[in-house]
């Protein structure tokens, strides 16, 4: 699973934050040029998916849209705060993510009565707690997912320790938890799920235990 990069934008078209972890390939043209090809792409999908409607009574909302190498997932708030993250197509618990995402947006820029959200954001709180925020998921997520597919490993050692340490952990740094497609004979719809005030603490605890081969 691979995030690529993170846009923030205002409803006026203003790309307020941007941040990228995974991106190999550079767009070949400025950055501001890129914030304007990007907005302007997102008010054509939205122009397209209004005129394309089927009911009256309901406004089509994009979510996401999928080539064969990378997945733009999308977000909008309404006030007309738009998030893309772009990730690899068959990146899980992507809606979870982007809404915890937007809640530390709120916690750290729109509560700050000193943040200018008319112009492009200098907050190293919010990207710190972004990264740590995706570092988690990127840790837990498919921990849980391996749980779910292999049940049968969770009764050896270590790791049915290190599933009781998960759960553990989990109720210990209140993270909040998220639904997983039952398998056959496996663990219960629950998985352990990031979002807590002690991310960094969890993160490197995960980086530090989790053995070799498991994930």
């Not at 054509?44 to 394309?52: A, D, G, P, Q, V």
């Not at 708030?77 to 998030?83: I, K, N, P, V």
């Not at 899980?92 to 937007?102: A, D, P, T």
Request: charged share 20%.
């Amino acid at each position: 699973m691979t995030i690529y990069n993170l846009y923030f934008f205002n409803r006026h078209g203003v790309c307020l934050a941007y941040k990228e972890w995974c991106r190999e390939k550079k767009s070949g043209i400025s950055q501001d040029e890129e914030f304007k090809l990007v907005n302007g792409m997102l008010l054509s999908l939205r122009s397209f998916s209004h005129k394309l409607a089927t009911r009256a009574d309901q406004t089509p909302m994009i979510q996401c849209f999928r080539t064969s190498s990378y997945k733009m997932n999308y977000m909008e708030t309404a006030t007309g705060l738009r998030m893309i993250l772009n990730t690899d197509p068959d990146a899980v618990s992507i809606s979870e993510l982007m809404q915890s995402i937007f809640c530390i947006f709120v916690e750290t820029v729109l509560q700050n009565p000193f943040v200018d959200t008319s112009k492009r954001i200098d907050s190293e709180l919010f990207l710190k707690r972004v990264d740590d925020l995706i570092l988690t998921h990127f840790i837990i997520v498919p921990f849980a997912l391996h749980c779910c597919s292999y049940p049968e490993k969770r009764g050896s050692s270590p790791f049915s320790s290190l599933w009781t340490k998960c759960t553990n952990t989990a109720a210990a740094n209140s993270l909040r938890l998220f639904s997983l497609p039952q398998q056959p004979n496996g663990p219960s719809n629950k998985a352990v799920r990031r979002h807590s005030s002690t991310l960094t603490k969890t993160s490197c605890w995960w980086g530090a235990q989790i053995p070799q081969g498991i994930l």
